[in-house]
């Protein structure tokens, strides 16, 4: 069986939700969206850094940590947005960091999004 996880993210109209629990793995994906959807303006650094805020939110509404997340797939839209967005992905991990691939890719679902993650975390079976 399948769960969802309730964040308060923004309540997206596409039929998703922002994490879903199953079979032992957390399985997310999270945009540079604030609270009311909107896209956050300030380039690939405040993008990256409200992407990385949703994703500890949705961990931590989860009730786990960081140190949970296996395994990250991080999508940008240009080369050289990936140096920015790894200094600020690496303030929120540590060592033994997540398994992960970085992708360049010609765009997002909004055209105004400059990055994107996706997350799977081990959730301990009580």
């Known amino acids: 069986m399948k769960h969802a ?5 923004f309540a997206s109209k596409a039929p998703l939700e922002w994490a879903i629990i199953a079979n032992g793995q957390l399985s997310t994906a999270q945009i540079p969206i604030n609270k009311e959807g909107q896209v956050v303006e300030g380039g690939i650094e405040a ?3 409200q992407t990385m805020e949703n994703l500890k939110h949705t961990m931590e509404t989860a009730e786990l940590t ?3 997340i296996t395994q990250v ?10 140096p920015v967005f790894n ?3 690496g303030e929120y991990f540590n ?5 992960r691939a970085a992708m360049i890719v010609a765009g997002l679902a909004r055209e105004e999004m400059l990055c994107e993650v996706v997350a799977y975390a ?3 079976q009580a």
């Open 5 to 9: 996880v309730k964040t308060d993210l």
């Open 47 to 49: 993008q990256a850094r």
């Open 66 to 68: 960081m140190d949970h």
């Open 73 to 82: 797939l991080i999508y940008v839209t240009a080369r050289e947005q990936l």
């Open 87 to 89: 200094k600020v992905y």
């Open 95 to 99: 060592a033994p960091y997540p398994n």
């Open 122 to 124: 081990a959730v301990p």
